[in-house]
């Protein structure tokens, strides 16, 4: 039986073999030619949330604020108008109510995009398949494992992406699309576009 590891415990006091903790988890030491000891942990039952695996790899291009910048203003990292993504989602949290208004509009964007392009024989299982192929990409470009099963994530990717495309083409006019700005709020209320 192995003998557990003292609080003050060196690490080049360790000796090569493995040590159990009282709770499953092994710890072993290796020590390699400059005496210098690697500590390897493992248990089975933990898995890390917050940074998986893949994150250095490099497809991982999007990352949650570290926590010491969120601490230092939290309200500069936390959407107040409108969520993008899996790491916002809001799907009637509570805590998002302010989300909610605009995640409402995103579905109207989302219909005069398809009208837009259901004349060019594009619709709504030709953006869905689009995103289905790249949903091993998508899921590798975030540092968290996402908690969305399949069909939700596709969902999300093409409301979101519908509405962000649709936002910059009306607000860019250089194209032949018209939202009638007068029956939409996100232009009739000064404070929402500077703000999305």
Same mark, same amino acid.
């Given at each position: 039986?192995?003998?557990? &590891?003292?609080k003050?415990?060196?690490?080049? $006091? &360790? ?5 159990t903790?009282?709770?499953? *988890? ?6 390699? $030619? ?34 010491? !910048?969120?601490?230092?203003?939290? *309200? ?24 909610? &208004?605009?995640? /409402?509009?995103?579905?109207?964007? @989302?219909?005069?995009? !398809? ?9 709504? %299982?030709h !953006?869905? /398949? ?7 990409r ?10 969305? $099963?399949? /069909?939700k !994530?596709? $969902? &999300? ?8 495309? %649709? ?8 194209? %032949? #699309?018209?939202i ?10 000064? #404070?929402? @576009?500077?703000?999305?």
């Amino acid at each position: 039986m192995s003998r557990p &590891m003292k609080k003050h415990q060196k690490l080049d $006091d &360790m000796n090569s073999s493995s040590q159990t903790t009282g709770r499953g *988890t092994t710890i072993s030491g290796i020590e390699d $030619d400059s005496s210098c000891c690697i500590i390897q942990i493992e248990n089975p039952i933990y898995s890390p949330k917050r940074l998986k695996k893949s994150a250095g790899g490099q497809s991982c291009c999007i990352f949650r604020v570290p926590h010491t !910048l969120f601490q230092a203003n939290e *309200t500069a990292y936390k959407p107040k108008i409108v969520s993008i993504g899996p790491y916002h989602h809001c799907d009637g949290e509570v805590d998002k109510d302010h989300l909610q &208004m605009i995640q /409402e509009h995103k579905q109207r964007y @989302l219909a005069f995009f !398809l009208s837009k392009t259901n004349q060019k024989d594009v619709h709504m %299982t030709h !953006l869905r /398949e689009a995103v289905s192929v790249m949903e091993e990409r998508i899921r590798g470009s975030y540092s968290e494992d996402l908690k969305f $099963d399949r /069909e939700k !994530l596709i $969902d &999300m990717m093409v409301l979101d992406g519908c509405f962000i495309l %649709t936002l910059l083409i009306v607000v860019s006019k250089k194209s %032949t #699309w018209r939202i009638n700005y007068a029956d939409d709020p996100i232009f009739t209320l000064r #404070w929402i @576009l500077p703000t999305v």
